[in-house]
């Protein structure tokens, strides 16, 4: 249900009042298809929304947990980040939402071949497929607590974290080379920060974010 004020929308069995009108609407039209073209629109911002992606990957309104992934694809198939901020948008509206670090998790890691060489293939907890390479490079950091914190561009400026398991894995594939610890994968190195390298023999074991 949909009010034409957009005070008042529904969808799978969930009421999201103040959305702006026609969101959701776009949304589900989109289901099913390729990502939206989100890069080119420049719609008018109309504000912030009380949805927010926890540090874990799941999305939350106004606090409520939303449990169905089916939605949660559709919300992030119009997903964007643009300066400052990340963003739902369509041709006509666009939304703030928080994002506390980083949209999506990479739950799945394999190896495999491509005509670059050996390259690290990962599954995201939304079911994205990302070939770390030129097109969808990783970024090397490490947290706070000196854990080891791997990311990998899904589109746009959209990251995926890896899950502890997986960052453990990318910490023993961590080559030591003159340019520094690397991460190597279709032809490509992603080093890991002069000031990030591990101590003490060995890749950066026992440091997982």
């Keep these: ?12 069995g969930m009421s999201l009042p103040a959305l702006p009108p026609h969101f959701l609407e776009f949304a589900e039209a989109n289901a099913g298809r390729k990502v939206p ?3 080119k629109w ?47 948008v369509t041709p006509v509206e666009r939304v703030g939402i928080r994002v506390d670090d980083a949209p999506f998790i990479a739950v799945e890691m394999e190896e495999s071949r491509t ?4 390259a690290l293939v990962f599954r995201t907890n939304l079911d994205e497929i990302v070939v770390a390479g030129a097109e969808h490079p990783m970024c090397l950091t490490l947290a ?29 594939r961590l080559e030591e080379t003159d340019k520094g ?18 101590s003490g023999p060995g890749p950066a074991k026992d440091r997982h974010g």
């Excluded at 249900?1 to 008042?8: H, L, R, S, Y």
């Excluded at 994968?185 to 890991?192: N, P, Q, R, T, Y």
């Design 42 to 88: 420049n719609p008018a911002y109309c504000g912030e929304i009380d949805m927010r992606i926890a540090a874990d990957g799941r999305w939350f309104y106004q606090g409520g947990p939303i449990n169905r992934l089916p939605l949660v694809k559709l919300f992030a198939s119009i997903l964007r980040k643009d300066a400052g901020r990340h963003v739902l």
């Design 181 to 198: 610890f690397v991460l190597r994968s279709a032809g490509v190195d992603f080093a890991l920060p002069p000031e990030n390298a591990p």
């Design 1 to 12: 249900m949909v009010e034409a004020n957009g005070c008042t929308q529904e969808i799978a």
């Design 144 to 172: 706070a607590d000196g854990g080891f914190k791997p990311y990998i561009r899904v589109r746009g400026d959209l990251w995926a974290l890896a899950t502890r398991r997986i960052a453990q894995e990318l910490a023993e």
């Design 115 to 118: 005509p670059e060489g050996p």
């Design 37 to 39: 073209p989100v890069e």
